[in-house]
Nanobody, 120 residues
Framework: VQLQASGGGLVQAGGSLRLSCAAS????????MGWFRQAPGKEREFVAS????????YYSDSVKGRFTISRDNTKNLVDLQMNSLKVEDTAVYYC??????????????WGQGTLVTVSS
């Protein structure tokens, strides 16, 4: 299984970035997907998740209303659109795969991470 995250970079506060995660080696259309992040000196935290059918999405309170998770099951891609970025969004963002939304707290697979830096 491979989860290849991309799209990170440096952006000013208030700006936008779109992260993408390309998945392979797993039944993507039957797999719940999520994004997590880890800021310097902090533990990894949940950001957003989406059911395999994209019927339901979930967000942490800190990103709700600013971030949008989406997926394309024809391309095995899951994206995270991040708007109105804040300095505190600076972190390494990880793509993750779980058997179901219920098990997203302990994903089965992790991507390698992509760094997002938001400057003031």
């Amino acid at each position: 299984v491979q989860l290849q995250a991309s799209g990170g970079g440096l952006v000013q506060a208030g700006g936008s970035l779109r992260l993408s995660c390309a998945a392979s080696g797993l039944p993507f259309s039957r797999t719940a997907m999520g994004w997590f992040r880890q800021a310097p000196g902090k533990e990894r935290e949940f950001v957003a998740s989406i059911t395999y059918s994209a019927d339901w999405t979930y967000y942490s309170d800190s990103v709700k209303g600013r971030f949008t998770i989406s997926r394309d099951n024809t391309k095995n891609l899951v994206d995270l659109q991040m708007n109105s970025l804040k300095v505190e969004d600076t972190a390494v963002y990880y793509c993750a795969a779980a058997s179901s939304i219920a098990t997203m707290s302990n994903p089965k697979y992790w991507g390698q991470g992509t760094l997002v830096t938001v400057s003031s």
